[in-house]
């Protein structure tokens, strides 16, 4: 009955939000279409001569060529905050927006990324950010202006003639031909190796040097080391001076400031001389001059990613991988200069590659083929990234030895009569309806129940078919169990936590297409390999060009409800997945009344014991609420399920109730003790004078008072708990985060699935809400009737 009722309430509210959704896209689109269709009109026209900020260059086919463009209306500049050039920049370019970065390589990204139209700044500083792997822009030939570069010194330091001194150096560097080495080492060949520099013997002062850390090849870290130009510079200014060198590392935005109030001797980071700026602080001679050019985005490179291209052609780019598998490592090998985002799951792998996050993802093959088929907006390269095994892992003891044996054995004869080839087969590449396997829940388990740990969410290898775990991985393992004579629990849980769950003994072996690696191996075991395969790189198809946006109103709706109408049955219908989210919703539901009542009163008691002054009692309270709100619950779950109760055969939802009842129950003692030092103590001492006993005090009179100063903050704290609930898949707890991820999963819908596990989280929160509300109108005596007040109360005596 509790099953029908959630599920009415889920699809009619699915229904009004995907009804809202689809009423917001197809305005937005109709706007779109509308806004762009005035735009071109009034640039056909001559009244504009820019369709402004960025779409201008949506609409042309390249981008940005020439200098000269950047005076077009809304073009935005980047550029370094408080560069000298901002004011030039200003008198050209007046009808242009100037975005000043504190970190210039963001305005990098900014460009990269379509956020900012063009970036001034130093050439060779972009040259060398684009030769260390930043893509998608290129820079214009022609140069906007020089710069001189100098060392700015602060105004109020100690050392006496710095500036002199320093400007002594820099000639006598000059001379010997030293700056020019560092220019041709740092700027000109990209080298990245300090030269070794011998320190001042016994130094008697020590030279504080500002700098950013963020200025390639000037000052920017190689590992945990500062380098570049500017760093030796100061290295040798300060050996030079027989003093010790001391890096305070600054923002722009902060790094003057530094300097004028003393708190650095002086600044080293490819810092522009300019006359108003010496104004504030006193300069140095000229290190050298830079040119000023501009980077634009690089359109030809942005579409460069070619289905039928060579997988080289993604080195240098952002590559996706799944958080806790071993393709980032593979990704490396293959990809040495890629950048690698870690990604949680599949569908946030593939919806980070549709909205352009990243260039590509790796995965293994028959997971990739499965997206594909699925999704037709991708495609897999035809190349090995690598090749591997996937195993069953089993634990390093005595008992995981046997199994481990007896696994092999059996997986061995499968192999050699064809069976185990026909099994990865049937479900790599055969029709859904004939992927059938053992029902595992009526095995007799004569041997004893083995526990399986997986994911769930890896096509074909684990995942759901409606509200049943299935896949190649449960098949073999089920058949290995009904062939072993063991019975079979499944127990799903994150990826991450699969292998402490068998090294700690909650699950007897694992499956959720596990790569076997050396590594690995090290502290658990693998059976024989069962599959071989590849790992390839998904990537979205060829871009083809976007239709005009000429098509009516009617259509453009039209095939929106049609989109949002797939996207719903996929989501909850197909496989009957709404009962994914109803067995959700129980298991949040059950954790969060649980922990909110067991936490209630395990606070109440502890305040009981504490709230007299108790000094033992109050020291450890102190210590266990310190040791609870200090760790993040992720954690804290973690260690109490594979560490504190890992020897114990223990239910991962009552390891749930447990750690959220700590977490909680910290808080309702915080809440009491601030509730109750609200109330004045002079009540405490009228109530002893009537003949009131402590307890009775407190019960009858106190706490009364309290309770409707607690219960705001007591409901804020239902909330945060029904939220922080969302980490249960991490102890293999199937909440209702968890089954949302599984259906995205399954469908690669980022939509509807995060919808409706926000709907029914709002509806939960409500409820709670209004039954917290409840007892906050009985708790106020302006909100209650007087003969609730009067109850039980002799009016007439």
């Not at 370094?80 to 970190?103: F, H, I, K, M, W």
């Not at 260390?132 to 820079?139: A, I, P, Y």
């Not at 700590?662 to 004078?689: H, P, S, W």
């Not at 968890?738 to 709907?759: H, N």
Request: aromatic share 10%; with cysteine.
């Amino acid at each position: 009955m509790v099953k029908r009722i959630l599920c009415c309430l889920l699809l009619s509210l699915m229904l009004w939000a995907g009804a809202v959704c689809a009423e917001g896209a197809a305005c937005a689109r109709i706007k779109y279409d509308n806004n762009r269709a005035d735009t071109q009109t009034a640039l056909r026209s001559g009244k504009r001569d820019t369709m402004g900020k960025g779409a201008a260059k949506a609409e042309s086919e390249s981008s940005i060529t020439s200098l000269g463009q950047l005076a077009q209306p809304g073009i935005r500049i980047a550029i370094g905050l408080n560069t000298p050039a901002e004011q030039t920049l200003r008198q050209d370019y007046p009808e242009a927006v100037l975005v000043p970065y504190s970190d210039i390589f963001l305005a990098y990204m900014d460009v990269a990324k379509g956020r900012a139209d063009v970036c001034i700044s130093a050439r060779k500083e972009m040259e060398f950010a684009i030769r260390n792997g930043l893509s998608g822009v290129r820079l214009l030939e022609e140069n906007y202006a020089s710069n001189k570069i100098a060392v700015g010194i602060s105004p109020v330091t100690a050392i006496p003639d710095l500036k002199g001194k320093l400007n002594t150096f820099i000639a006598e560097s000059k001379a010997d031909g030293t700056l020019d080495d560092m220019y041709e080492r740092w700027v000109l060949r990209g080298e990245e190796t300090m030269p070794d520099i011998p320190e001042a013997d016994n130094p008697s002062f020590t030279l504080r040097v500002g700098t950013t850390g963020s200025v390639m090849p000037y000052s920017y870290y190689v590992g945990t080391e500062l380098a570049g130009y500017d760093i030796e510079l100061a290295r040798r200014f300060a050996a030079w001076l027989g003093a010790k060198p001391e890096f305070g590392v600054f923002d722009f935005g902060g790094i003057v400031p530094a300097a004028e109030t003393g708190r650095i001797d002086c600044i080293m980071s490819n810092l522009f001389y300019s006359e108003e700026r010496d104004e504030g602080i006193p300069f140095s001679d000229v290190l050298f001059e830079v040119e000023i050019t501009a980077m634009v985005r690089d359109q030809e490179q942005q579409a460069s990613i070619t289905a039928n291209g060579p997988i080289e052609q993604l080195d240098g780019k952002r590559i996706g991988a799944a958080t806790g598998t071993t393709f980032d490592a593979v990704v490396r090998k293959a990809l040495p200069e890629a950048e690698i985002v870690y990604i949680n799951s599949a569908a946030d792998l593939i919806a980070a590659l549709e909205a352009g996050k990243i260039d590509g993802f790796a995965v293994d093959e028959p997971a990739a083929r499965q997206f594909c088929r699925e999704d037709t907006r991708l495609t897999v390269l035809d190349e090995y990234m690598d090749t591997f095994e996937f195993g069953f892992v089993l634990p390093k003891t005595a008992e995981g030895e046997a199994l481990l044996e007896e696994m092999d054995a059996w997986l061995t004869s499968l192999k050699e009569n064809g069976e185990l080839e026909q099994l990865i087969e049937k479900w790599t590449n055969g029709p859904e309806e004939e992927k059938t396997l053992p029902d595992y829940d009526a095995f007799p388990a004569l041997k004893g129940i083995l526990t399986l740990a997986t994911e769930g969410d890896y096509v074909p290898m684990t995942y759901y078919r409606g509200s049943r775990i299935v896949g190649a991985e449960i098949d073999l393992a089920a058949r290995f169990c009904e062939a072993s004579g063991y019975g079979l629990e499944i127990k799903v849980m994150n990826f991450d936590g699969i292998l402490p769950a068998v090294k700690t003994g909650k699950a007897d072996f694992a499956a959720a297409g596990i790569t076997i690696t050396d590594e690995r191996r090290e502290s658990v075991n693998f059976s024989m390999p069962y599959y071989t395969g590849g790992t390839v790189m998904v990537v979205l198809k060829d871009r083809q060009t976007q239709a005009s946006g000429s098509a009516d109103t009617e259509n453009a709706e039209k095939t929106i409800l049609d989109s949002i109408k797939d996207s719903f049955n996929r989501t909850f219908i197909r496989e009957d997945r709404w009962q994914l989210f109803v067995d959700g919703v129980q298991t949040t539901l059950v954790i969060t009344v649980l922990s909110i009542l067991s936490g209630t009163a395990l606070g109440f008691l502890v305040f009981m014991l504490c709230r007299n002054g108790n000094v033992f009692a109050n020291g450890v309270t102190r210590f266990c609420i310190w040791l609870v709100q200090g760790m993040p619950m992720v954690v804290l779950l973690m260690v109490l399920y594979y560490i504190v109760l890992g020897s114990v055969a223990i239910n991962g939802i009552a390891v749930a109730v447990i750690g959220f009842t700590l977490t909680f129950g910290a808080a309702v003692f915080g809440l009491l003790k601030m509730g109750v030092g609200t109330i004045d103590r002079g009540q405490y001492e009228a109530a002893y004078a009537l003949g009131h006993s402590n307890r009775h005090t407190f019960f009858r009179i106190i706490l009364p008072q309290a309770i409707p100063h607690i219960l705001p903050a007591y409901k804020g704290e239902i909330v945060g708990l029904i939220k922080a609930t969302a980490i249960v898949g991490y102890i293999a707890v199937q909440d209702l985060t968890k089954m949302g991820d599984i259906v995205r999963s399954r469908t690669y819908e980022a939509f509807f699935p995060l919808i409706a596990v926000t709907v029914i989280y709002f509806i939960i929160e409500g409820l709670l809400g209004f039954l917290v509300s409840k007892i906050q109108i009985r708790m106020n005596p302006k909100k209650r009737k007087p003969e609730t007040i009067l109850k039980g109360v002799k009016t007439h005596d």
